[in-house]
């Protein structure tokens, strides 16, 4: 059996309201985290990428957050529980090469998981109008990760 642990960058407006740095502290407590899972030998630890919530998702970033995890832990699998793909919100040959360093920086531990996102009110402040606009971009897309690895000229224009 395989053990994993989920991080979401959780930070409530109430520990925020009585100490104005929780959000530091919350990321150092899923550091401090992860750093156990890796001591006590579980598989994985994966982080999500959230944009324009309160409280529920603080990791925007996710990838600086894997990257700094990756200096921190030894054996410990780093994955993306999602990277958004749609185009707007992350470019996909962006994504391709920071997945790639990503593998680089963690050894080889790196587990990429990508997505839509969780709903309209993370995607309509990049100028999307919704998550069913994000489905063709999603199929569009999905489709050319392999070719970002594999051909040495590659580019996209996308739809």
Not at 84 to 90: A, G, K, L, T
Not at 101 to 108: F, I, R, T
Not at 149 to 157: A, G, I, P, V
Request: charged share 20%.
């Amino acid at each position: 059996m395989e053990f994993g642990l989920f991080l979401q960058g959780h930070v409530p407006n109430a520990r925020v309201a009585q100490n104005p740095d929780y959000e530091h502290v919350s990321f150092m407590n899923d550091v401090a985290l992860a750093k156990e899972a890796d001591a006590s030998g579980f598989k994985y630890v994966w982080v999500s990428e959230h944009h324009f919530l309160d409280e529920y998702s603080h990791l925007s970033a996710s990838e600086t957050f894997l990257a700094y995890l990756a200096g921190q832990t030894e054996r410990i699998h780093l994955g993306s529980a999602i990277w958004n793909i749609s185009p707007p919100v992350n470019h996909p040959v962006r994504v391709a090469e920071r997945v790639a360093m990503m593998d680089h920086l963690s050894q080889g531990r790196f587990e990429f998981g990508m997505g839509r996102g969780a709903g309209s009110h993370e995607v309509t402040g990049f100028m999307i109008s919704g998550n069913d606009a994000t489905k063709p971009m999603f199929e569009e897309v999905v489709r050319e990760f392999p070719k970002m690895w594999r051909q040495t000229d590659y580019s996209f224009d996308g739809e």
